[in-house]
C-alpha cells in the first residue's frame, strides 16, 4: 500500500487530498472518513497496540 511507504511528512496533504475527493464527490462526510481511516491506521501491521487509542469524537 502506498501510505506505508510514504514519508510522514506528506500524510497531511494525502489524506487532505482523499477527504477533499470524497467530499467533493458525496463519497462520505468528514467524520466517517475521519472513522475509515482511523480503522485503517489501527489495523496496520506497522502500528503499535495501544490500550489508549480512542476515536476522537467532535
Not at 477533499?20 to 491506521?41: C, M
Request: net charge positive.
Amino acid at each position: 500500500m502506498k501510505l506505508y511507504k510514504m514519508d510522514e511528512k506528506k500524510f497531511a496533504g494525502y489524506y487532505s487530498h482523499h477527504l477533499s475527493y470524497a467530499l467533493g464527490n458525496k463519497l462520505t462526510v468528514e467524520e466517517d472518513f475521519f472513522r475509515h481511516v482511523w480503522q485503517i491506521v489501527e489495523n496496520s501491521p506497522f502500528c503499535k497496540p495501544n490500550k489508549k487509542s480512542t476515536i476522537i469524537k467532535k
